[in-house]
């Protein structure tokens, strides 16, 4: 299934790209807002994008554009990642935080109740408990909290 960027254009619009500018994607997914922006760059233009999921820079590392920077990181990191890479200040910074539809497709990541499949939940793969883990050892009371405090 094709991936579709939610408010594509119009976000991309927002960030007003100056072709010589560097932005950053705080939150690259399969890359749609990335993809856009960098058609909107000139060749001395820069994109750094992160992404927290492995599988989402896994999908981006197939982008042969010596303007992208990729880097598995938290968004919360992003002065991190800037300092690593030198880099100043930037001319604008997109996030479209929230889960991606390929998190929520894929039974394996264990998001949706759709698919009958271990319960993971993680968006960093590489590190922490999966919800089923998580729901073994927590007790009813912090089920009850983690639902009201983070569920929707
Ligand atoms: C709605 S998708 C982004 C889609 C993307 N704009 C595109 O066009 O393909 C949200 C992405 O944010 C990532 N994400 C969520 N929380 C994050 C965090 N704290 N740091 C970095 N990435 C995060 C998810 O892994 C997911 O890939």
Redesign the pocket.
């Known amino acids: 299934m094709n991936?579709v960027?939610?408010l594509?254009t119009e976000a991309v619009e927002a960030l007003a790209v100056k072709p010589e500018g560097i932005y950053v994607?705080?939150?690259?997914?399969?890359?749609?807002?990335?993809r856009e922006i960098l058609r909107r760059l000139g060749p001395r233009g820069r994109l750094i994008a992160?992404?927290?999921?492995p599988a989402?820079i896994a999908a981006g590392n197939a982008i042969a554009d010596p303007r992208l920077t990729l880097r598995h990181?938290?968004?919360?990191e992003v002065g991190t990642v800037l300092d690593e890479l030198e880099t100043k200040t930037v001319d604008g910074v997109l996030m479209?935080?929230?889960?991606?539809s390929p998190?929520l497709d894929e039974a394996a990541r264990g998001f949706s109740f759709r698919f009958d499949a271990q319960l993971d939940m993680r968006?960093d793969t590489t590190q922490g408990e999966t919800a089923a883990e998580w729901l073994a050892r927590a007790s009813q009371r912090e089920i009850v909290e983690v639902l009201k405090d983070y569920g929707e």
């Open positions: 991936h960027s939610v594509l994607d705080a939150t690259f997914g399969r890359g749609g807002h990335s992160l992404d927290r999921d989402a990181a938290w968004f919360g479209d935080i929230g889960v991606s998190q968006m």
